[in-house]
């Protein structure tokens, strides 16, 4: 079973777009992320969510709007897509009190703006 | 603000060899740290976790250590195996557990 999953794994999209990524986690977690991956490869929180309430929120265009209709999802939805959000974002959760907060990570969304 | 710095970028060594990647991080105010590996096209797999108040974990040929106070962990990889190669990312977890901080990875490439 898949801990995190997100859909979709690929997309690409024209600019001024608006799209959506998916995610849901299966573990029981409180607490929910969005990090983006560049294209040199550093990952960067954009938000996180404990039980459905936004708890950090990063330097991130208002463009990008997370939404957690309950602890088991979070998801991101982006407005007027420009080429540079053409990046990978990955969706992650851990436990809050659980042994270090350890974190799990979904696959990955590659999303590409032409 | 924290920041994670890993050195180095990209090491490429024969298989057989033991190995160490290093990582250091501006603020000493952790709650944990943690070592992912990431291979290409891949998400992220976490393989050791070490919390603020321990020194060192170890999984198989894994070996992380940790010095909170001079800001520094690193980790071991023994006997390397070509099935080693990918990124290793280090990541520090905030004093509020909530939000991890990454470095820039080391890509390693173990050849046969």
């Known amino acids: 079973d898949t801990a995190v999953s997100q859909t979709p794994k690929y997309l690409v999209t024209q600019m001024g777009n608006d799209k959506s990524i998916k995610c849901e986690q299966n573990l029981g977690h409180d607490t929910m992320y969005w990090y983006k991956q560049d294209s040199k490869k550093f990952l960067k929180i954009m938000f996180s969510y404990n039980n459905k309430e936004l708890i950090i929120n990063e330097t991130v265009p208002n463009r990008f709007s997370p939404k957690s209709p309950d602890k088991a999802h979070l998801n991101l939805h982006i407005n007027s897509l420009e080429l540079g959000d053409s990046a990978v974002y990955f969706c992650?959760?851990?436990?809050?009190?659980?042994?270090?907060?350890?974190?799990?990570f979904g696959e990955g969304s590659w999303l590409t703006v032409v | 603000k924290q920041e994670v710095t890993q050195i180095p970028a990209a090491l490429s060594v024969p298989e057989g060899e033991n190995l160490v990647l290093n990582c250091s991080f501006t603020d000493s105010a952790i709650y944990n740290l943690q070592w992912f590996r990431q291979d290409p096209g891949k998400g992220l797999t976490s393989l050791l976790l070490?919390?603020?108040?321990?020194r060192e974990q170890t999984s198989g040929r894994l070996n992380a250590s940790l010095d909170k106070s001079s800001g520094r962990s690193t980790l071991y990889i023994a006997a390397s195996q070509p099935g080693d190669s990918a990124t290793y990312l280090c990541a520090v977890v905030n004093n509020a557990g909530n939000m991890l901080t990454f470095g820039g990875g080391t890509r390693l490439m173990v050849k046969p």
């Open positions: 070490i919390q603020s108040s321990q």
């Open positions: 992650a959760s851990s436990q809050t009190g659980s042994y270090g907060n350890t974190i799990y």
